[in-house]
């Protein structure tokens, strides 16, 4: 079983409306609710994929009774999740019938409480010895100490348990210490927390940092991985339009299910490309589409990169 | 006691942002979430007002029940909503810091079945035999016969209760026939109505179609009322800057109030305008400003208008 943790669940609504304006009054046309966050989403490809999947995390309130209700819907996915006192955020992203474009807004999530993490953290000790990979996601609840996926992934790893990481700023940079096998960051968050503009030179500061491998999204740029093998990039064979919400999170749960089977690399960022891309062809994260995937897990070029040589 | 209606019943929910940029993922700051919709808000300002009230309408799902539980904190407010198994709509608004311009979502509302909308006239016809005057407003949620108000001001007129309707549309215009005894349009939903850009024929208009009285609001430019007694203008004494959302429950709250009370027309207009300017001086719709209405109720301007003579 892979086990995703999302700490910050969400109800992701979608709003239709004819034209975003500013300061104006809309009406909203189709409104469409799905349990969302970045391990919810992972979850999901992976059951989509036939992969025995538990979802744990945090979730709260009316609308984290929704986001659970929604999850019951989901074949192959076991619901996990804890209960804490406050209520699960919602993410609101307004689609303009116009031009497809997007505007999100992203709630920040329910203040948790000491004995709340205390209680999520006595649960993920007793999934994890059923796992084996866990991929922690997403941003912290307020109230979570930022060492939070740190202690997580310092358990798993007391386990035996590999983990990939995908998250941000200081969850990501308190969590590396514990020694996380795969960190994913994209590269716009791997600049902000390592000032390196040249992603091969901020793969290497993270793993300086205690990130065993980090593996690099660049979007239509495809994957760079640095892993103590050595590196490589993984490119798609074409740009896909689409919608790039998902890319990431089926990206991590390639690697995630490549760290379960112990592939070889190549074959993972392979497969990590296509199924990003088979994301990006669908208009909802946690989807994947199917023929896209199998058009790409054949075509992605991937090449072996020589570190540069020291002056 | 005061019945207020509110068929599609909301949460209003409030995001703060540092500032609405179209296509940008935007961080939401404060989430402030309160019960909503036109009758609520009348509802809320004659409660304020040490008012006897009943609020009823349609209420469903994990979001009806917020409404619900946000009401219960209202002194002096009973509520007698009707359960329907849909969902409650949201409405979001998106407050900017950086200018303080709004932006607004508005959800459609519940499907609502023949069966629950039965139930609830059945209900309403109850409520209305306990009230001095009923004031309905708003619109409807999908799956109501557009003639829903007429139905509803038939049945008021039956048991001798008077009736002051805030709504527009088909809605506005398939009621009249039934007889309201006050319909108040705003000026645009006066001229989307009759065609009329002259609030004064736009009115009359509407008093040909059945209503007994008209009191249209036209923001800062005050109110034109226009009876079986004439015609009447109240302006306010000065322009005021603020939030105009709840203006109109305001003004609806002090008809309501007026007509309950057989107050002259005169003295209810100018406390339509006080109250609507002291709604403008508070930034949630529903609240009134103590120190602004009593600052405007004796400055008021009320004239009297004489019809044009025909020619």
Request: some cysteine.
């Amino acid at each position: 079983m892979i086990l995703t943790v999302t700490l910050n669940a969400a109800l992701d609504v979608t709003y239709g409306v004819d034209s975003l304006r500013p300061r104006a009054s809309h009406r909203v046309g189709a409104v469409h609710r799905r349990a969302g966050g970045k391990g919810v989403n992972v979850a999901r490809v992976l059951a989509g994929r036939g992969r025995a999947v538990t979802v744990t995390g945090l979730v709260g309130g009316p609308t984290g009774a929704l986001v659970r209700e929604d999850l019951r819907a989901v074949r192959g996915l076991r619901d996990a999740l804890v209960p804490v006192s406050g209520e699960s955020r919602r993410t609101v992203t307004v689609v303009s019938g116009d031009d497809g474009d997007a505007t999100v807004f992203n709630e920040r999530g329910p203040q948790v409480s000491p004995s709340e993490w205390r209680a999520f953290a006595g649960r993920f000790a007793e999934l994890v010895r059923e796992a084996s990979v866990v991929a922690l996601c997403g941003s912290l609840p307020p109230g979570l100490p930022s060492d939070a996926y740190a202690q997580l992934v310092a358990r798993a790893a007391e386990t035996g348990v590999p983990t990939v990481l995908d998250t941000s700023g200081a969850p990501l940079l308190d969590a590396l210490g514990a020694r996380p096998d795969v960190v994913k960051p994209n590269a716009a968050e791997l600049v902000s927390a390592t000032g390196c503009e040249d992603a091969a030179a901020g793969a290497e500061r993270l793993r300086g940092l205690g990130a065993r491998s980090v593996v690099v999204s660049s979007g239509p740029g495809g994957l760079l991985a640095v892993t103590p093998g050595g590196r490589r990039r993984a490119v798609p064979p074409e740009r896909l339009a689409g919608n790039p919400t998902g890319a990431g999170d089926a990206c991590v749960a390639a690697l995630a299910a490549g760290l379960a089977d112990g592939a070889h690399w190549g074959d993972v960022l392979s497969d990590a490309v296509a199924l990003s891309a088979a994301a990006v062809a669908c208009p909802v994260a946690g989807d994947v589409d199917a023929a896209t995937y199998e058009r790409f897990r054949t075509t992605v070029t991937v090449e072996d990169l020589h570190a540069p040589q020291p002056h």
